[in-house]
């Protein structure tokens, strides 16, 4: 025992890298970066530099979020691709209002939650066909250009095209993503040949080109998302999905159809919250920052195991919450407005124990209505911000590469529930509960941030925390990101299990010896994990209209401007 807690205090011991900084928090990696006609700020410095690269040449925000995705599908396949989904949230500055995509895609129309039980299932496998759902990202970026955007098509996926004709140098970590990814996705057909060098993952620094994704890119930009959704290319996608044992049909793909949605907010301290509604887990954020508004955080510190027990036990309600409602709501009334409202918060935050870590939170009774992962944000000289992420799931997918297309299908339907009456029980043409999620902040209706954090069930967590660091902490955009953050793992979830025991609670290096003891005396149980902390890009707009990035060092990623 006192070695185990020697290791603890010696692990917690070191301050960031940073720590010698002359200004902002020692535990800092930079500065942020200002400018003030253009900003962007993605997980790669060539898709940041693509993003500039186009609105320098015209294009407005919007046109530079595509571009960067479009860079980022090929730079970054750890993380997203055109086999994924998409969403956003823009501020488009000629209407002074927020607009929300829904661009993710439904499971095949002719696959039942009784074919996964009649075969001896009792939950969607992670990889191989059975999880693929129709990919909405191509979809996603015609809605968005058609609606937004200033330059051709052509023009915009020029960038990726380039970089998948000639190659990049692959980036450090998404290396190490990529070579963690090669041993379970090789045995999948097409992708071997598509996705390694001589059945190795590219190293760090080798050059990498995909010329079967510049190929693909090409035919999309020249004849538009019908090009990907019907046609040649969707009858190879269908072909091949279907001989691996698989249901995704032509029809599927010709009936897919992104949506825009109104986001929903809600207040903190004076600050409009936004995320989009479920199938998407944002809301979850929402629930989080209600219940911490009943309590003075700010007086607590960020160091400080006040702090870090409510924010944990506000997951925790939140999260049982989540796994309840939040599905699909074409297939469900789901009580949004009700989830995300400042009485029912309070109500909650009441069985909290402030001296006591909670096993076991049971979700809330509301009245029911009826009716791995990149994230990307960028802004332009008109005011234009986008807040864009886009994700494979399990960083690389399903292993599903259709031949010669360059790409790998998601595999978000393991997110279904195959327990009977769950509200995201798996049914045909069904879109799964998604957990990536946008988000944006106005204050005085008046963009302030457009931010996002990646990392599948720490993403409402992350969301909160950099709220809370800034508002409550005083933190800048940069710092608010850079800081040690909380990762609570083991409530129940959208797929049917039950947390029952309290989960575990890992928190990054920073957080002092004195804060993990006082948590252990809660009865939390502390671990240190590696690596879940998510990925955090954020632009925020000072009152001078000079745009303030972050970007952090958890990931390969940039911030830049001019």
């Known amino acids: 025992m006192k070695n185990t807690l020697l290791i603890l205090f010696m692990m917690m011991s070191f301050t960031a890298v940073a720590g010698d ?42 046109d530079a979020a595509i571009a960067a995705n479009a860079v980022l599908g090929l730079v970054e396949p750890t993380g997203n691709g055109i086999g994924g989904d998409l969403f956003a949230i823009i501020w488009d500055a000629k209407t002074k209002k927020l607009y929300g995509l829904n661009g993710s895609g439904r499971s095949p129309k002719s696959l039942t939650r009784q074919w996964f039980i009649d075969n001896g299932y009792d939950k969607i496998p992670s990889h191989g066909p059975l999880p693929v759902s129709v990919p909405g990202t191509v979809d996603a970026w015609f809605m968005l ?53 001589q059945g190795q993952a590219p190293k760090h620094g080798e050059i990498w080109k995909n010329p079967f994704l510049a190929k693909t890119l090409k035919t999309i930009a020249k004849g538009g998302r019908d090009a990907f959704y019907a046609g040649e290319m969707a009858k190879t996608m269908a072909d091949y999905i279907q001989a691996q044992g698989g249901f995704l ?70 999260f049982e919450d989540r796994a309840k409602y939040y599905a699909d709501p074409d297939f469900n009334g789901l009580p949004v407005a009700e989830l995300i409202s400042k009485p029912y918060a309070k109500k909650r935050s009441q069985l909290i124990e402030l001296n006591k870590a909670g096993k076991h939170y049971p979700a809330g009774n509301v009245a029911l209505s009826h009716g791995d992962t990149i994230y990307l944000t960028t802004a332009d000289s008109e005011g234009n911000m986008v807040s864009l992420i886009q994700s494979n799931y399990r960083g690389m997918g399903s292993g599903m590469a259709p031949p010669g297309l360059g790409f790998i299908f998601q595999d978000r339907g393991e997110m279904f529930s195959l327990k009977e009456g769950h509200f995201n029980a798996f049914e045909g043409g069904k879109r799964p509960f998604h957990t990536i999620i946008p988000a944006f902040v106005t204050k005085d209706d008046k963009p302030w941030m457009s931010f996002g954090l990646m990392g599948g069930a720490m993403q409402p967590q992350g969301h909160a925390q950099i709220i809370v660091n800034m508002v409550d902490f005083g933190m800048d955009v940069q710092e608010a990101g850079d800081a040690p953050r909380i990762h609570h793992t083991g409530s129940s979830e959208p797929t049917g299990e039950v947390m029952n025991d309290g989960g575990i609670l890992n928190l990054e290096t920073g957080f002092s010896y004195a804060t993990i003891r006082a948590l252990m005396r809660m009865g939390h149980k502390i671990q240190f994990a590696n690596g879940p902390y998510g990925g955090y890009q954020a632009i925020q707009k000072a009152e001078n209209g000079v745009y303030w990035g972050a970007s952090e060092s958890r990931k390969d990623g940039q911030a830049a401007g001019y």
């Open 21 to 62: 900084r002359v200004t902002g928090q020692s535990f800092v990696t930079r500065s942020p970066v200002l400018a003030q006609h253009a900003m962007a700020a993605t997980s790669q410095p060539l898709a940041t530099q693509a993003a500039l690269d186009v609105m320098k040449s015209g294009g407005n925000a919007i």
């Open 145 to 197: 250009h058609q609606r937004f955007g200033k330059k051709p098509m052509t023009e915009i996926l020029q960038p990726a095209i380039d970089y998948a004709e000639r190659g990049f140098p692959v980036s450090q970590l998404i290396a190490y993503y990529w070579n963690r990814s090669v041993p379970i996705l090789s045995q999948f057909d097409g992708f071997t040949e598509q996705f390694t060098i």
């Open 249 to 318: 049909s032509v029809e599927d793909l010709a009936n897919h159809q992104g949506n825009w949605v109104e986001p929903v907010s809600t207040n903190y301290r004076g600050y409009d919250v936004w995320e989009l509604p479920p199938n998407g887990q944002g809301i979850a954020a929402l629930q989080i920052l209600n219940v911490l508004e009943q309590f003075d955080v700010a007086s607590m510190g960020h160091d400080s195991p006040e702090y870090v027990h409510l924010f944990t036990e506000a997951k925790k309600l939140a």
